[in-house]
């Protein structure tokens, strides 16, 4: 069965620090989400993708996250310079066609 | 805004009984609503989904769910709790028609199954 891939499981790192996250999502799905999960709370969409092009953004902190899906395919989040507030799991999804997404694992940041 | 509310944070349940988890939601148009189900250290996996068909809809593991406009709720409903159904519980609305994709998540209900 087909499945999100996400990079690293886990990550820890210090303030001030350049992280990035890597997401494969299901082969021939155009659409493609990253949230970002506080502990203890819903997913909140950060960044949403279809095919190469960037659809929503609205809740991306521009001065630090960035993310880009160069040849439509598979992504990257970036954090630079990362904050204490950024700890939280990263989640990417991908989707074709209606709102069904399917999720990867996701990637916890830890930053001390 | 499209917005949705889980009434509890934490429901607890003996094995072998049913599991009632709350949701409200707000919307300006007709909704598409799903519940979306996260075990420890996994994905988000979709338990089921409505999208103004029937109002009683059937998920995966012998969850359902029934959309009552006039009560603007969702709630998921299982007959008999299993251990396995321990995880966190998602009510999602769609923020946008059906096809635009922006899931809005309520906070997440924590179901705990004791034996």
């Known amino acids: 069965e087909a499945e999100v891939a996400q990079s690293p499981r886990y990550k820890i790192t210090e303030k001030s620090q350049a992280v990035a996250f890597w997401c494969d999502p299901i082969?021939?799905?155009?659409?493609l989400y990253w949230y970002r999960q506080i502990l203890g709370q819903g997913p909140e969409l950060l960044v949403q993708?279809?095919?190469?092009?960037?659809?929503?953004d609205s809740q991306l902190p521009k001065d630090r996250f960035s993310a880009e899906r160069l040849k439509g395919v598979d992504s990257t989040l970036k954090i630079q310079p990362a904050e204490l507030g950024d700890s939280a799991m990263y989640l990417c999804?991908?989707?074709?066609?209606?709102?069904?997404?399917?999720f990867g694992p996701g990637t916890r940041l830890t930053v001390l | 805004a499209q917005s949705v509310t889980q009434l509890d944070s934490h429901v607890s349940v003996s094995e072998g009984t049913p599991v009632l988890l709350r949701c409200n939601y707000s919307s300006s148009y007709s909704p598409s609503l799903f519940w979306y189900v996260q075990h420890p250290n996994k994905g988000l996996q979709l338990l089921l989904k409505y999208t103004s068909a029937a109002t009683l809809v059937k998920g995966i593991n012998g969850f359902e769910a029934e959309f009552k406009k006039s009560e603007t709720s969702f709630h998921l409903t299982k007959p008999s709790a299993h251990m396995s159904d321990a995880a966190e519980y998602f009510c999602?609305?769609?923020?946008?028609?059906?096809?635009?994709?922006?899931?809005?998540f309520g906070q997440g209900t924590t179901l705990q199954v004791k034996p």
């Open positions: 999602v609305v769609t923020s946008g028609g059906y096809n635009t994709g922006k899931l809005i």
């Open positions: 999804a991908s989707s074709n066609l209606g709102n069904e997404q399917f």
């Open positions: 993708f279809q095919d190469e092009s960037v659809v929503d």
């Open positions: 082969s021939g799905h155009a659409t």
